[in-house]
C-alpha cells in the first residue's frame, strides 16, 4: 500500500472492521428479539450513519423499513456549532411507527436529544436510539440510547462513516488521526 492511503493517517485504531461486524451482529440480535412482532422503522442519519445503517440492518433477518434525515450541528470541522438544522426530513408519516435512530455517534448528546424531541412530537409508537460510539465524558445533554456498541474516550474519531473535513468516511476501522493531518 503507498502513503496515499487513507489508513496511513491513523495514528491508533481503536476498532477493526471485525470488531466492528461482531459488535453489530450482537446489538442486531438484541433489536430483532426487542421488536419481534412489531414493525420497525430504522431511521438513519447521514451521512454518518450510512455505514453503520447497511450492517446492522443485513444483520438482522426480520422485516423492517428504512428512512433517512440529515440534520446539521457541525460545520466541517471538529466542533459542535450548538443549533440543529433539518437538511433532509423523513419520507414516512411515523405517527403510530416503532422508530429506531440509527447513528454512528454520540458525543454532545445536542445532536439527538433534538432528533428526539422532535420524531416524539410525530406521536410514534415509540423512539430508541441505537449508537455504535458513545463518549460518556462529552454529554451535554440528556440522551439515553437502548443500544451503544462501545463507549469511548473524549477523542475525535474518524472511519466507517466518520469524517475529518468529508474525508475518512470510507476507512473500514475506526481510530484517532495523525497529528500531521491536523496540521
Ligand atoms: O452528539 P453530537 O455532539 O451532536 O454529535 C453527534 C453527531 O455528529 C455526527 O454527525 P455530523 O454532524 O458530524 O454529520 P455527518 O453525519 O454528516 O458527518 C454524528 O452522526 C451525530 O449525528
Ligand atoms: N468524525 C467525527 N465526527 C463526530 N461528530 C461528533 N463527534 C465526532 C467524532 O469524534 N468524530
Known amino acids: ?14 476498532f477493526t472492521e471485525a470488531q466492528i461486524h461482531d459488535r453489530l451482529g450482537e446489538m442486531a440480535q438484541q ?3 426487542d421488536y419481534e412482532g ?4 430504522m431511521v438513519g442519519v447521514l451521512r454518518g450513519a450510512v455505514m453503520v445503517m447497511a450492517d446492522l440492518s443485513r444483520a438482522m433477518p426480520g422485516h423492517l423499513e428504512m428512512d433517512w ?3 446539521t450541528s457541525y460545520g466541517s ?46 406521536r410514534p409508537a415509540s423512539v430508541e436510539i441505537a449508537t455504535l ?9 440528556p440522551v439515553e440510547p437502548k443500544y451503544v456498541g462501545w463507549d469511548i474516550p473524549n477523542e475525535f474519531v474518524v472511519g466507517y462513516g466518520l469524517d475529518y473535513k468529508e474525508r475518512y468516511r470510507n476507512l473500514r476501522d475506526i481510530g484517532t488521526l495523525a497529528p500531521h493531518v491536523y496540521s
Open 77 to 122: 470541522g471538529t466542533k459542535s456549532s450548538g443549533v440543529v438544522r433539518i437538511l433532509k426530513d423523513l419520507d414516512t408519516d411515523i405517527s403510530g411507527r416503532h422508530v429506531l435512530i440509527v447513528d454512528e455517534i454520540i458525543d454532545t448528546g445536542l445532536t439527538l436529544s433534538w432528533l428526539v424531541n422532535n420524531l416524539s412530537s410525530r
Open 38 to 41: 412489531h414493525d420497525l422503522l
Open 69 to 71: 434525515m440529515a440534520v
Open 133 to 141: 460510539l458513545r463518549k460518556p465524558e462529552a454529554l451535554q445533554m
Open 31 to 33: 433489536i430483532s428479539a
Open 1 to 14: 500500500m503507498d502513503s496515499s492511503h487513507v489508513e496511513h493517517d491513523l495514528v491508533n485504531v481503536l
